[in-house]
Nanobody, 121 residues
């Protein structure tokens, strides 16, 4: 079992930045950030594989950067140039087996509780 604890959410104005963190209680090969707006499906935002390969959803490319500190089992998401449409609950996800990054949520058995990001115009 892996526990995931997110932090770093908050409220910012359009164009602002936030950095999300996700601390894992054990080794994980592959991790990702997903987000969900109430009433909508949870969407993959950015993921990172065992070899450091990353995948981003088109809407955040060039603005968000995912990274992982393997020594600390901690995942990060640097979010710049934030837009109101980025407002959502952001969830950290992880799996222990496999190699590749994936934006498919069914690939991840472990999930954090979420951290809210609100971007005002």
């Amino acid at each position: 079992q892996v526990q995931l604890v997110e932090s770093g959410g908050g409220s910012v104005q359009t164009g602002g930045s936030l950095r999300l963190s996700c601390a894992a209680s054990a080794y994980t090969c592959c991790m990702g950030w997903f987000r969900q707006v109430s009433g909508q499906e949870r969407e993959g935002v950015a993921t990172i594989g065992r070899d450091g390969t990353t995948i981003y959803v088109d809407s955040v490319k060039g603005r968000f950067t995912i990274s992982k500190d393997n020594a600390k089992n901690t995942l990060y998401l640097q979010m710049n140039s934030l837009k109101p449409e980025d407002s959502a609950m952001y969830y950290c996800a992880a799996r222990r087996a496999g190699d590749y990054a994936s934006l498919r949520r069914e690939r991840y058995p472990y999930w954090g509780q979420g951290t809210q990001v609100t971007v005002s115009s």
